[in-house]
């Protein structure tokens, strides 16, 4: 199939996109890696009156570390980050993640602010970003506002993005050095979305976790002070203390009535935490 008739526009800046975002009153949809965007239009999914094509924003392509945080541009691509072409805040475990999103030929033009923003669950940065306690900066122009990346997404490709507002930067909080990072996924083969992510950035010298549990049918499960998981104390030896019990329960609560399908999550949780202890 083809996209339905629609208008284009390419801004020269940022405030230029965000008048024509708010001129179209919700009519308009955002274009930079086009990984999402692109095949919903082909398949009629979305039919907007406008697109408006970001790539070319200087001011969405910057990467700096400022102070204890990375701040992303939102169309740094996926390559960016694998490639080393942005600072590293994380310890490699960014360019971790992003080496393995997908092919490469999607990693070369998806950017990281648009998989954001398409809100998907089972997205790789949904999750890892959570884990790491992310925020977000969202740009209209009625203003600009932050926001934690767990109240980012409100539900399976819903997030609390209005309309004329885009995601403008990423902040990216370093990773404390004796803060320990798992992240696992299970695709039924490589490059496919994941049915079940795991993970977790857990620092036993502060005693806190951090557990992300994604690519399930609605908002990830994020524990910000997860010691529950861990007998009530993430110190010393915690993959030994991991309590799959905790972790099938939290599952349950957000709605996965399948014991198999819960099953398959706490397995991966488990691994990603395996991976973290080693």
Not at 81 to 109: K, L
Not at 121 to 148: H, I
Request: glycine content about 10%; charged content about 20%.
């Amino acid at each position: 199939m083809k996209p339905a008739p629609f208008g284009f526009e390419r801004p020269r800046d940022l405030p230029a996109a965000l008048a024509l975002l708010a001129e179209a009153n919700g009519s308009a949809k955002i274009i930079a890696g086009g990984q999402s965007l692109g095949p919903m239009l082909n398949l009629r999914l979305v039919q907007p009156e406008l697109v408006v094509d970001i790539t070319g924003l200087a001011e969405l392509k910057q990467a700096e570390r400022r102070g204890d945080e990375l701040v992303l541009g939102a169309c740094i691509t996926h390559a960016d980050i694998e490639d080393g072409r942005t600072p590293d805040v994380t310890r490699g475990a960014m360019r971790g993640v992003a080496a393995n999103i997908a092919y490469r030929a999607v990693r070369n033009r998806g950017t990281i602010g648009g998989s954001l923003s398409h809100a998907d669950p089972a997205a790789d940065w949904v999750s890892a970003l959570a884990a790491f306690g992310a925020r977000l900066t969202l740009r209209s122009l009625a203003g600009t506002r932050t926001v934690a990346l767990e109240d980012f997404i409100l539900g399976a490709l819903e997030s609390i993005l209005r309309p004329g507002e885009i995601v403008a930067t990423i902040h990216v909080p370093a990773r404390p050095p004796s803060a320990h990072w798992g992240y696992v996924k299970s695709c039924r083969k490589t490059g496919e979305f994941a049915h079940a992510l795991g993970a977790v950035m857990i620092d036993p010298s502060a005693a806190t976790a951090r557990v992300v549990m994604g690519a399930i049918d609605t908002a990830p499960i994020v524990i910000t002070d997860a010691a529950e998981l861990f007998g009530g104390r993430v110190v010393g030896d915690f993959k030994e203390r991991f309590d799959v019990r905790v972790a099938d329960a939290l599952l349950a609560k957000a709605g996965i009535g399948n014991p198999a399908d819960r099953h398959i999550h706490v397995s991966v949780l488990r691994r990603a935490v395996r991976e973290a202890a080693a």
